[in-house]
T-cell receptor
Framework: GAVVSQHPSWVICKSGTSVKIECRSL??????MFWYRQFPKQSLMLMAT?????????EQGVEKDKFLINHASLTLSTLTVTSAHPEDSSFYIC????????????FGDGTRLSIL | KQEVTQIPAALSVPEGENLVLNCSFT??????LQWFRQDPGKGLTSLLL?????REQTSGRLNASLDKSSGRSTLYIAASQPGDSATYLC????????????FGTGTRLKVLA
C-alpha cells in the first residue's frame, strides 16, 4: 500500500532554532500534501495544504512566515518551523493524497517537536 | 463551517464486546468520510473510507455506515480485542472540490483483557 515517510520522528531543540520536517511519499506521486498539528489528547488541526509546484494554502490563524512549506516535487514536502519557541512544541503530522479524490489520504508517523 | 464531533470521547470495555463509535457532522455536503486509528504518539492508519454515495463499508471486524442526510456515521467493531485499543478518528471531506479533511475529536478506546 501507499507509504508516507516523515522525518525526523522526534526532535528537541533550543528556543530560536529553525526546524525542518520532511514528508515523503515513497511509492506514489502525491500532488497534494497536508500538514496537521495535534496537541495532546486533541484532534488534528489542519495547518496548510501544499500542492506540488505552487504556494501552500494556509488555514486561518496559521502564520505563513512562521511555518514555511515547500512542495518542490511530487514526492516531497517540507515544513520548516522558523525561530521555534516553546509554544510551538507539538506533534506535527503530514498526509499525502493522489489527485484522485476517491483515494484515501495516507499519513506519516508524525514528528514530535519539543522546544526548550 | 463544517464541525465534526465524536461520541463517546472515551470508552473502556471488556474483551469480546461489540462496539459502536459515533461520528456526527454539521454540513451534509460531503465528498467522503474516513475512519482512522491512531496509536499513542503515532500517525494515523486509515481503516475505512466511505464515499458520499455509499451507505457502508466493511473490513474484517470493522463496519462503517454513513447516513449523509442526518450527518452521522458509525464505526462498528465486532468482538473487540485488546489490540483494538487506540484512538479512533473520523474525518470528512467537503464536496466543494477541496481535498481538505476536517477531523473529529476522537474516541479513546481501551479494551481490557
Amino acid at each position: 500500500g501507499a507509504v508516507v515517510s516523515q522525518h525526523p520522528s522526534w526532535v528537541i531543540c533550543k528556543s530560536g532554532t529553525s526546524v525542518k520536517i520532511e514528508c515523503r511519499s515513497l511509492d506514489f506521486q502525491a500532488t497534494t500534501m497536508f500538514w496537521y498539528r495535534q496537541f495532546p489528547k486533541q484532534s488534528l488541526m489542519l495547518m496548510a495544504t501544499s500542492n506540488e509546484g505552487s504556494k501552500a494554502t494556509y488555514e486561518q490563524g496559521v502564520e505563513k512566515d512562521k511555518f514555511l512549506i515547500n512542495h518542490a516535487s511530487l514526492t516531497l514536502s517540507t515544513l520548516t518551523v522558523t525561530s521555534a519557541h516553546p509554544e510551538d512544541s507539538s506533534f506535527y503530522i503530514c498526509s499525502a493524497a493522489i489527485r484522485d479524490g476517491n483515494q484515501p489520504q495516507h499519513f506519516g508517523d508524525g514528528t514530535r517537536l519539543s522546544i526548550l | 463551517k463544517q464541525e465534526v464531533t465524536q461520541i463517546p470521547a472515551a470508552l473502556s470495555v471488556p474483551e469480546g464486546e461489540n462496539l459502536v463509535l459515533n461520528c456526527s457532522f454539521t454540513d451534509s455536503a460531503i465528498y467522503n468520510l474516513q475512519w482512522f486509528r491512531q496509536d499513542p504518539g503515532k500517525g494515523l492508519t486509515s481503516l475505512l473510507l466511505i464515499q458520499s454515495s455509499q451507505r457502508e463499508q466493511t473490513s474484517g471486524r470493522l463496519n462503517a455506515s454513513l447516513d449523509k442526510s442526518s450527518g452521522r456515521s458509525t464505526l462498528y467493531i465486532a468482538a473487540s480485542q485488546p489490540g483494538d485499543s487506540a484512538t479512533y478518528l473520523c474525518a470528512v471531506r467537503g464536496a466543494s472540490g477541496t481535498y481538505k479533511y476536517i477531523f473529529g475529536t476522537g474516541t479513546r478506546l481501551k479494551v481490557l483483557a
